[in-house]
Every structure is written in C-alpha cells, then in structure tokens.
C-alpha cells in the first residue's frame, strides 16, 4: 500500500469532495481518501499493484475537479542519478 499525494487546480467545495469521494472509493484498491483546502490537495490510500495515479486523476476530472501535472523529477534538466532512470 502507498499514499498518493495529489494538488487540485482551484478550490475544493464540499459537494464536489463528497462526489469525488465516491467515484475514488468505488475504485478498486483505493482505501481511504481525504481532502485538505489550503492548498486543496487530496491523499489517497492505494494498493500500488491496482490502482494508478492515472485513475485516481480520471476520477477527479469526472467530479470536476483538475489535478495539477506531477513534475518530472529531471525537469530542471539535472539528475543526481539516485533514481536510476
């Protein structure tokens, strides 16, 4: 099991946590979710051999809510080559 960390692009209202709540519950391997308003982010409680980000966001985009791109780590151009990639 992992946590997945997600920023939501705007604000999160109640209705749209409590539809989003649902859509990412009813994915198998997800486990526990929760929101935070500031800054709106969500963490999701996942089986990383199930469930991916990708559907997680999907879910999120049903609900009306967009989640911020996840950085590359090599995005300033640099690696300290501790991931191996």
Not at 30 to 49: E, G, N, T
Not at 65 to 79: D, F
């Amino acid at each position: 099991m992992k946590t997945e960390t997600l920023t939501i692009l705007g604000t999160v209202n109640a209705e749209a946590t409590e539809r989003a709540s649902a859509s990412l519950k009813a994915i198998p391997g997800v486990h526990d979710v929760s929101f935070l308003d500031a800054p709106a982010r969500l963490f999701a409680h996942i089986d990383d051999k199930t469930t991916t980000r990708a559907q997680l966001v999907s879910a999120l985009a049903e609900a009306g809510m967009l989640v911020e791109e996840k950085p590359s780590p090599h995005a300033n151009g640099s690696c300290c080559g501790g991931c191996g990639s």
